[in-house]
């Protein structure tokens, strides 16, 4: 008989297996692009409301002084990144199932599910771009556009032989069409003048600009994604195989054979040097592509061509800018007048993939996680059925649950909310996690201080802005 070697993680639940990691890739130029699909994803995800939403309109106003904040949250937002992927590639298990293992019972699965279904379940991003898009291509209304693209989530993974690399393809294809499309566009129809100003405002740091408001300033500390987000990192981290993810099934789609997906995972042989010097090499890995395509080329670059188009459209056009989807119907309009309904309706399309795509991640995170809860933590409940059966569950819940939230419109004052929430989601995730990885992972594969430091900062910046935020300006409708 073989005794297998454990080691106790966490306040309850099961010890985990000690297992050798899998070898990390070579960091080289064809390395990193093959293992970049997680963070392109996120990157991919953060090209969503706030640099479609408000990016524009709040250079418009000319508050770009206050787009320093982007890149300060962005550099924070990489070391909670770090911390979520550290714990699914040194255990390949989700970050909600570590939640898992701290008491009471079943609480944080629950907690964390409620809350991040509260958030960040309201369809604000694919309404958005349908009422863009019914507008830009004079075709259906947006209500209709709505139920067709939310429908088309639950089709799309369900005909994949696995739901991960189809939202991986969605999503690079999403983000080479809106990355190239709103800079080519955007350098049309500006001018070094407002590129200038634009560059000199993401450089002020420290500046407040006067007028702008409590609400304006909130989602700049939530990006380039935020609170939940970030959270289904760990997700598409395993999927991809990294780390210790390389051991766990996949979900498959309807129509291909499911795959045994553990309620339980590993851990990393932390006594061994050479394991210890391939989980570096994979953190490395994960570090580098997140820095590329999350901080850089996803959440950096993307938005600065979005600000920059804003305050063109308003400086140059001497356009009102709306806040909100209108804004590319505005900046469409530019295009319109000077190169043709061509380039009206390629706008359009950069618009629409900057918007649609976000639900499609948004939507697989939530499942994910409602998964996780359900098959993990009550075995009983879910039977013989396996982990793909509640995922499409869940998913085609949250599509139902999307087509009857399409009433409500005013898809910037949903998106305002989920932001205004996001303040509070994000710090209670880091600090949880924080204290998960500094008391029960080993050692050696432990978070050093500053990324510690780093966190829980944040973590404190954002709890403060929330109570600011609640107290003198709360989100409220006509905005």
Same mark, same amino acid.
């Given at each position: ?12 639940? $099961? ?24 963070s392109i994803?996120l990157?991919?995800?953060s090209v969503?409301?706030f ?8 250079g418009?106003q000319?508050?770009?002084g206050?787009?320093?904040?982007y890149?300060v949250?962005?550099f ?5 990144n ?9 255990t ?10 701290? /008491?009471? /019972? ?5 907690f ?5 279904? @509260?958030q960040?379940?309201?369809?604000a991003?694919?309404?958005g771009?349908?009422?863009g ?13 709505s ?18 690399k189809?939202?991986e393809?969605?999503m ?11 800079t ?9 003048e ?14 407040? $600009?006067?007028?702008? /408001?409590i ?15 970030n ?42 040097? #050479? ?8 953190m490395?890995? #994960? ?12 959440g950096i ?17 001497g356009?009102?800018v709306?806040?909100?989807?209108r ?6 309009e530019i ?7 061509i380039a ?6 950069v618009?629409?993939a900057?918007?649609?795509d976000?639900q ?15 098959y993990?933590?009550? $075995? ?8 793909r059966?509640w995922?499409f569950?869940m ?5 139902t ?9 005013? $898809?910037y004052?949903?998106w305002?909310?989920? #932001?205004?929430?996001?303040?509070? /989601? ?5 600090l ?10 080993p ?11 780093? #966190? ?15 107290l ?6 006509g @905005?």
């Open positions: 008989m073989i005794t297998l070697e454990t080691y106790k993680i966490g306040d309850i639940k $099961p010890p985990l297996e000690i297992k050798k990691l899998p070898d990390p890739p070579p960091l080289t130029v064809s390395g990193i692009l093959k293992w970049a699909g997680p994803i990157g991919t995800l969503g409301g640099e479609a939403y408000h990016a524009g309109y709040v418009a000319g508050f770009v206050i787009f320093w904040l890149w949250s962005a924070f937002q990489l070391f909670l770090t911390e979520i992927a550290r714990w699914t590639m040194a390949g298990e989700t970050v909600l199932q570590g939640f898992m293992r701290l /008491s009471p /019972s079943k609480f944080w699965a629950w964390s599910s409620i809350f991040c279904w @509260i960040v379940a309201w369809p991003w694919i309404t771009a349908a009422a898009a019914a507008v830009l291509f004079g075709i259906g209304t947006w209500e209709q556009w139920i067709v693209a939310l429908v088309l989530v639950w089709i799309l993974f369900a005909a994949s032989k696995y739901v991960y189809t939202l393809w969605v690079y294809a999403c983000f080479v069409v809106a990355n190239v499309g709103i080519i566009f955007t350098i049309l129809m500006t001018t070094p407002c590129i200038s100003d634009v560059a000199r405002g993401w450089l002020a740091v420290g500046t407040i $600009p006067a007028g702008i /408001s609400a304006a300033i909130g989602p700049f500390l939530l990006q380039p994604a935020g609170g939940f987000w959270f289904w990192h760990t997700y598409w981290v395993r999927e991809k195989g990294m780390g210790m993810g390389a051991y766990f099934g996949r979900v498959t789609g309807l129509a291909f054979k499911p795959e045994d997906i553990r309620r339980s995972g590993y851990i990393v042989d932390w006594r061994d040097p #050479n394991e210890i010097r391939k989980f570096h090499q994979w490395r890995l #994960n570090w580098i592509t997140m820095i590329i395509f999350f901080v850089l080329i996803g670059w993307f938005t600065f061509f979005a600000s920059l188009a804003g305050y063109t459209a308003a400086k140059v056009y356009l009102t709306p806040s909100g989807w804004i590319a119907v505005i900046i469409a295009f319109g007048k000077v190169w043709g309904p009206f309706s390629l706008f359009g399309i618009i629409a900057s918007l649609f976000s499609f991640s948004i939507y697989d995170g939530i499942a994910r996680m409602w998964t996780d809860t359900i993990i933590e009550h $075995p009983k409940v879910t039977g013989r059925r396996p982990y059966f995922y569950v998913l085609g819940a949250l599509v649950y999307g087509v009857c939230c399409i009433p409500l419109g005013t $898809p004052f949903i305002l909310i989920a #932001n205004w929430l996001g303040t509070l /989601s994000q710090p209670y995730i880091t949880l996690l924080i204290y998960m990885n500094r008391k029960y992972l050692k050696p594969i432990r978070p050093k201080w500053y990324h510690v430091a780093f #966190n829980v900062v944040w973590a404190m910046v954002l709890i403060t802005y929330f109570i600011i935020w609640t003198l300006e709360p989100p409220r409708l @905005i």
